[in-house]
């Protein structure tokens, strides 16, 4: 019986990290995403000193 009471408290506190770790990874992430931008825009913006873009960029 203490065995499976210790088993199911581990279980419980890995569930409960990993919901935690879920959503805050994807929170950063997305933010990452947003700040990063398109391409095309980053593109546009840059300075004319730097060189060309690849050509598979249209």
């Known amino acids: 019986m203490e065995y499976a009471l210790v088993f ?3 279980v419980g506190g890995t569930l409960v ?3 935690s ?3 805050t990874s994807g929170d950063y992430l997305s933010s ?3 700040n990063i931008g398109e391409p095309r ?3 546009a913006n840059m300075d ?3 060189p060309d ?3 598979w960029l249209p």
Do not use: F, K, N, V
């Open 8 to 10: 199911s408290l581990i």
């Open 17 to 19: 990290a990993i919901q």
């Open 32 to 34: 990452t995403g947003d």
């Open 48 to 50: 004319p000193d730097l």
């Open 53 to 55: 873009p690849p050509a």
């Open 21 to 23: 770790l879920t959503s």
């Open 41 to 43: 825009e980053r593109i």
